[in-house]
Nanobody
Framework: VQLQASGGGLVQPGGSLRLSCAAS????????IGWVRQAPGKEREGVSC????????YYVDFAKGRFTISVDNAKNTVYLQMNSLKPEDTAVYYC?????????????????RGQGTQVTVSS
């Protein structure tokens, strides 16, 4: 399984970014893809997840109302639209995946993780 994340960058508080995750190599029909992030000195934490079987989505509390996850199955790409960004959203964001149609309850339960993309929110 290969996961290629992109779209990070420097943005001012209140700004927006859209992250992309190009996925390939899955051997199962159903899988869940999510975004996790890790800030310096902090534990890795989940952000959002989507299941390709029924397109159900999951968001942690800090992402609700600000972030939107979506999938383009034709392109095998998952997106994370992030709006109203705050300085505390600054972190490396990773694309992660697990076989099956249930999003993991914790970031460490993903089986696969790609390289990260840096998101910096600063004025």
């Amino acid at each position: 399984v290969q996961l290629q994340a992109s779209g990070g960058g420097l943005v001012q508080p209140g700004g927006s970014l859209r992250l992309s995750c190009a996925a390939s190599g899955f051997t199962s029909d159903f899988y869940s893809i999510g975004w996790v992030r890790q800030a310096p000195g902090k534990e890795r934490e989940g952000v959002s997840c989507i299941s390709n079987s029924d397109l159900s989505t999951y968001y942690v509390d800090f992402a609700k109302g600000r972030f939107t996850i979506s999938v383009d199955n034709a392109k095998n790409t998952v997106y994370l639209q992030m709006n109203s960004l705050k300085p505390e959203d600054t972190a490396v964001y990773y694309c992660a995946a697990v076989p099956g149609s249930t999003c993991p309850a914790h970031a460490r339960l993903y089986r696969y993780r790609g390289q990260g993309t840096q998101v910096t929110v600063s004025s």
